[in-house]
């Protein structure tokens, strides 16, 4: 096996340089030398043959097994050097045929109705909800931050190898910028719904509830989120209570597709990816039914920009259930059919690269408050996932996308300067909410 495993090797990793080695057979080499020199080791001959058989699955396996280790440099490394030679071996007719294999058979992992959709989110959102709090920001934003200052090769202050914020907000600890990138995504997000005191907004997959309260505290809008996870719902509650906004922010246990109200404005973030492609029609539908006629709609999610594909069988079994990243021209055409208009698109490139580099940071930081809660096997496994996903975001096509939408062209203004000037009114709002906590920060329900 030792020897098919370097023939495919040899074939596959043209870049780089990967040192492989398993059981006590002697190491061999493939790539061109460059980059960072890397190395793997399987520690038996049966590791090999599952890793030939579904390496997209096996591998993620073997690694939380602790049969694949990486004894240089690390998983995401590995996981970078990966992606970009597979990406590059799609002429090989055995990558071309699992990729058509897995689109065929896609509709099938996806269908989603209201009974599945609630085991699949209860899968990854209801685990222990310290855990989340060991690496999120404090207002507990599990989606892609906005980094303002994140440019071309990039502008944020670099302190050994790593992103610091120039300015911590607020006078917060925030080493790699983190905390001000998730407040300025509420904000950029709040300045495209143009909001006013006094509207009635729907926040379809509220998480931990923090957008919510953002628009319920800086924007005086009356707010319900709903979400499919007890666990958030019962966080999202208890943080509306302490912060005084329980009458303003409400939050319940419900699918969006049982809503019948009418919403002056509705977001969101970071559930798209759960909806499943037989379902966007329904999802634009309903979310067309429950607008206001001058209604503003936001759509934050992750997107592919190299067109339709598949999801991974590694996160469909471990991490998203049910879930799938579409390409635009998945989404938009769901849109057109349901009559709503497409009045601005933005494209977020490594924004949520840099998200997943800062929440690893902090995952590897909180190890053995980790192991506390789970096992070595967990923690591998939180890890292969996190390290993988940025890898992802920056080899492998993934981007964010936010669409605004509205049932009428005249909904927003008709050009993009309001976004701007809404975001400087905000920051006076949350500087005004600051000087109010007066606890160096936007304070956060328990803390």
Same mark, same amino acid.
């Given at each position: ?17 990967? $040192? ?15 980059? &960072? ?14 890793? @030939?058989?579904?390496?997209? !699955? ?14 240089? %440099?690390?998983?995401?490394?590995? @996981? ?10 799609? $002429? ?16 099938? +992992? ?34 892609? +931050? ?9 502008? *944020? ?43 009635? =907004? @729907? ?9 919510? *309260?953002? *628009?319920?505290? !800086? ?6 989120? =709903? ?5 958030? !719902? ?16 409400? /939050? ?5 597709? $049982? ?30 039914? @429950? ?6 709609? !936001? ?9 339709? %594909?598949? $999801? ?13 990243? &579409? ?14 208009? =497409?009045?601005?698109?933005?494209? *977020? ?29 967990? /923690? ?19 981007? =964010? ?47």
């Amino acid at each position: 096996m030792e020897k098919l495993l370097r023939f495919v090797l040899t074939h596959l990793i043209r870049s780089g340089s990967l $040192t492989v080695s398993v059981a006590a057979h002697p190491p061999f080499t493939v790539g061109d030398g460059s980059g &960072p020199p890397l190395a793997m080791h399987l520690k038996t001959d049966r590791a090999v043959r599952r890793l @030939l058989r579904n390496p997209d !699955l096996r591998i993620g396996e073997l690694y939380m097994d602790g049969e694949l280790e990486i004894r240089q %440099g690390d998983i995401g490394e590995f @996981l970078a050097l990966a992606m970009r030679n597979y990406n590059a071996a799609d $002429t090989i007719l055995p990558v071309r045929l699992t990729r058509w294999w897995r689109r065929i058979f896609r509709t099938f +992992a996806q269908l989603n109705f209201i009974g599945r959709s609630r085991r699949n989110v209860a899968h990854h959102y209801d685990l222990d909800g310290r855990l989340y709090k060991l690496f999120l920001d404090r207002d507990l934003q599990y989606s892609c +931050a906005y980094f303002e200052n994140l440019g071309a090769p990039c502008t *944020l202050a670099s302190e050994n190898g790593r992103n610091v914020a120039e300015t911590p907000a607020g006078g917060v600890p925030d080493p790699d910028g983190l905390e001000a990138a998730q407040l300025a995504k509420k904000r950029h997000i709040a300045a495209k719904l143009v909001m006013k005191p006094g509207y009635k =907004v @729907l926040d379809i997959g509220s998480g931990w509830g923090g957008m919510a *309260l953002y *628009l319920a505290r !800086l924007c005086g809008a009356s707010v319900t989120g =709903v979400t499919l996870s007890r666990e958030q !719902l019962g966080v999202s509650q208890a943080r509306a209570q302490e912060l005084g906004v329980a009458d303003r922010a409400q /939050f319940a246990l419900a699918d969006y597709r $049982t809503l019948n109200a009418t919403y002056d404005r509705i977001v969101s973030v970071g559930m798209f990816e759960h909806v499943g492609v037989p379902w966007y029609q329904v999802f634009f539908d309903k979310a067309a039914k @429950l607008l206001a006629d001058n209604g503003v709609m !936001l759509l934050h999610a992750i997107g592919r920009m190299d067109g339709a %594909g598949s $999801t991974n069988p590694w996160i469909a079994r471990y991490i998203f259930p049910g879930g799938y990243i &579409p390409a635009l021209s998945e989404v938009l055409p769901a849109i057109e059919r349901a009559g709503l208009v =497409v009045t601005d698109i933005e494209i *977020l490139r490594l924004h949520y690269a840099e998200t997943l580099k800062a929440w690893r940071r902090r995952f590897h930081a909180r190890r053995d408050e980790v192991l506390a809660l789970f096992d070595e096997r967990f /923690f591998r496994m939180f890890d292969f996932y996190l390290a993988g996903s940025e890898m992802a975001f920056r080899h492998d096509g993934m981007m =964010v996308f936010q669409i605004q939408l509205a049932r009428r062209q005249d909904a927003v203004p008709l050009t993009r300067d309001y976004i701007a000037r809404q975001e400087a009114m905000l920051r006076r709002r949350e500087a005004e909410l600051l000087a109010q906590d007066n606890d160096g920060g936007l304070r956060q329900a328990g803390e």
